[in-house]
């Protein structure tokens, strides 16, 4: 076993690729600063040099079109910005350049570009500080959309990502970075565009990605003891999408629920259910569900946010509803963290 | 700086190419122009007919691994550069033999074999892209230079902003060429920067060294531009030009549209006065370099080129319509 953390995976990754590679080159604002991107990036500087990694401007959008030009020419950048929010600045460059820039000019040049994201929760982040845009960038032809939820999938996503010829948006959620997992040495890569079915069942599938899949792994725990025996599928990656695996898991059980860290409308749980019900109409017993967040920004205010996420209560609660059990006795099995706001003792903010 | 004179008696032949790559760029939208009402080029088709000075003298000056990107308005720059010309062409009919296969029409042209990376569509697009090559290049320690060709509107744009900064800092080998030709779109600048202000003296308040040039004299164009490459290829950082030109017609499409009423015909007038062909090729005749003939012969030979061009693009063949899904990521 090589038990570390999530934020430990990343750094991991990080020195497996520019050790493998001299044109991986790593920047973003904060990057060698004393908390190196909460800890994804800590002593990388030292080990590979100042002009291999170094800290940049407040400049998304150029720092994306520089990314984007550096590749073109051989270099593999990865970008990283500490939360998605702040990453909107680059949409232009993201969406009009990379995305395009190898079919546009007739499959010629390519943009392999890696750009990491962290998405926000908890301790008031608000209304800008905790996006979860997954669907944005799914929505663009040309990118590929990876959200790992575990340490070992964080480390062979962002190696894979780093190597791939396309641009690749890496969302990691800061509820993730001290999670622990058993993580391979090496050069582990996880291949994009493949789900993982992390637990087998046969009443219903669960899909889901990012931190829902810890909060997921929780309910499916529980309702195992309430018999009822869920399928979870942690995606991993957002575009391109395994749709076989969730064809093959619902086709099997008849019922789905999806789980999203974004908002409902126009999002990943709506697209998933979509394409569900138009390829395996004749095999649901039941109405497809999804749990996202609420189309609302998200509040600050301890008060407001306390019942804003979803968590393993909400999604054991809407899985007894869809087998008709009484959902209040049987949930009260899990405990609710004292802080609805953190995701444990370990952290205490501010961001 | 030499006068023009004496840049013709030492340099003829530099002299008579940039003529010949002006030309070629003229007689090909001209051509274009002609033909576009046919209805066969499908797609926005931005002209730089009287702007083709600029393009014309940097891209004589890089080399063929220099890099080069432009904008919307880009056959100037990628002919200049020595992009095909049948390529080009083949691309703005929407032709399988294109420079882009067809997908990029007149506003997305390439030509890696000259190192043209690409021009795009958006305001300022191209900026941090050229930055981001010569990062590459600062990186790889080749001796390479880095060019982007962008309009007066650019400067407008916040990523201009973050660019020359960026390249600023990093002393990166660079250059800045700004088309200044008065219009986004219908826009004059009037109503976009504040009266007074110098776009190149602006620029160099971020610490980018800055030239102003005549935009509409190939012969300056080259020198300036020329001292500025050899600093930049010295890794000395990046630099910027302020060219004052004029586009002659429309913003997109084949025709004058000094009628519609948002710049005026006697401005339009002042400008073709100093047309930037004309005005080389005559004082190349004054001085001797070219003849008569010489002119003839070489509209000649341009012609006889284009008019082999616009025949490959009309008569080579569509991209298949089940192409459509190929390339949307590389590698599969």
New interface residues.
Partial sequence: MRLMTYAKAINEAYIEAMRRDK?V?AYGLGIDDPKGVFGTTLGLKDKFGK??VFD??T?E???????????????RPVMCHQRVDFFLLAM??LV??AAK??????????V?ITIRLIIGRGWGQGPTHSQSLQAWFAHI??L?VVMPATAADAKGLLLSAIFD??PVIYLEHRWLHNLEGDVPAGDYRVPIGKAKCLKKGGDISIVSFSYMTIEALRAVELLEKAGISCELIDLRTIKPIDWKTIFCSVRKTGRLLVLDTGVMTCGIAGEIIASVCTECFGSLKHSPVRIASPDIPTPTSYAMTRNFYSGAGDIARKILEIFGKNTETEVCGIKRPPHHDVPGEWFKGPF | MDTETNFIKKNPKTALELLRRMKKIRFTEEQIAEKYPEGRMRCPTHLCIGQEAVSAAVGLLLRRND?ALGTHRSHGAYLSKGGDLKKMLAEIYGKAA???????GSM?L?D?SVSF??S?S?VG?????????????K??KTRQV?CVFFGDAAVEE??FY??V??AV?KKLPVLFICENNFYSVYSPLAVRQPKGREIYKMVRGFGCPSVRGDGNNAIEAYQKAGSAIERVRKGKGPVFFEFKTYRWREHCGPYYDNDIGYRAEEEFISWKKRDPVLLLQQKLLKESALTDSGVESMDKNILKEIKEAFEFAENSPFPSENEIG??????G
């Fill in positions: 044109n080159i002009d291999r940049t401007p400049s959008n150029a720092m994306t079109g520089v990314g984007i030009g550096a590749s073109l020419n051989g270099i232009d460059q009009n350049n820039w190898h079919y546009m000019f007739g499959g010629g040049l390519s392999p032809p040309g590929k010829e396309n | 890099f294109g420079c882009s296969k067809g997908r990029g997305h390439t890696r990376m690409g795009t958006l697009g191209t900026i941090p892209v050229a930055v981001g090559l010569a990062l590459s290049i990186l790889r880095s916040g990523v973050e660019s900064n960026f800092l190929k390339n949307i990521y590389c590698g």
